[in-house]
């Protein structure tokens, strides 16, 4: 059993793209640690309510030994006016910090234990999941010692990379990116210099082979370069979750990302 909170407003602005679901676990016996899920939607698309059955299949197979928030972010539009990058890093960022500060008050909050919190981000959400936690970005990030982990499901890690394997995701990549921040945009990049204190985050990077639109080279790749950056906690998984939506409602994925939040191999 669980409670849900929907709507939870992370920036006191009335708008719909600063608010936050949370599922918390229906018990008492001390403090969970907390998993953040950042939806995809390339950016342009998508919303927390997207993740509510992953949400809630993560609180049902941990046994009540996790909580669960679904965070929305500012998108980009095809409007001379429209958000671009970074602010839909900015927002994420605040939203994790919103979640992290041990004196901030929202429901459930008792429960959840601060210290010990978990990133999910799927396809363009796993972009901004391991951003934040990577060089520049994590200067920003005041909680980033809180964080203990980030699973990318599907993930966007290079820009240039992701336009050679598919030229016309230019589309919607060039309404959220100028061409010029590409590379300063991308976590592979960015992962080239280790930055000390994300040092102690464990990676999980996951990628289905039934996944129509991002090939598991592109996450390999990433992994690969982690590593080789000295990252020494981190892990590729390779395997049938389904289609790349999909994903986020196999049972299989679930246990993967739960053993995750939990700490378990």
């Known amino acids: 059993m669980l409670t849900a909170h929907k709507n939870i407003a992370y920036i006191a602005d009335d708008s719909p793209s600063h608010t936050l679901d949370l599922y918390l676990p229906d018990t008492s016996s001390g403090t969970v640690p907390l998993a953040i899920i950042i939806h995809g939607g390339a950016w342009r698309t998508g919303d927390k309510s997207e993740c509510e059955t992953l949400s ?10 996790i909580a669960v928030a679904s965070i929305n972010y500012g998108l980009s539009q095809r409007t001379a006016d429209s958000i671009r990058h970074p602010a839909h890093l900015h927002d994420a960022i605040q939203a994790v910090q919103f979640l992290a500060n041990a004196n901030q008050t929202y429901p459930g909050k008792h429960l959840i234990d601060t210290s010990n919190i978990y990133l999910i981000g799927h396809s363009a959400g796993a972009h901004l999941a391991t951003l934040m936690v990577l060089g520049a970005a994590g200067d920003k990030l ?3 010692a809180s964080i203990r982990g980030v699973l990318g499901a599907g993930g966007i890690y290079d820009i240039p990379g992701l336009l050679e394997l598919y030229p016309d995701y230019a589309d919607f990549v060039d309404m959220a990116f100028d061409p010029t921040q590409y590379q300063e945009a991308s976590p592979q990049h960015v992962a080239k210099c280790r930055h000390a204190a994300a040092e102690h985050i464990r990676f999980l990077i996951a990628n289905s082979t039934g996944d129509e639109l991002i090939s598991s080279v592109h996450s390999a790749s990433f992994a690969t370069q982690l590593i080789r950056s000295g990252y020494t906690n981190v ?3 390779v395997k049938d979750f389904g289609t790349h939506l999909g994903m ?16 378990h191999r």
């Open 142 to 144: 005041d909680c980033l």
């Open 248 to 263: 986020l409602d196999n049972d299989a994925f679930w246990r993967v990302a739960t053993a995750f939040v939990r700490g």
């Open 235 to 237: 892990e590729l998984v």
């Open 56 to 65: 809630r299949g993560l609180v049902s197979q941990s046994q009540g030994t």
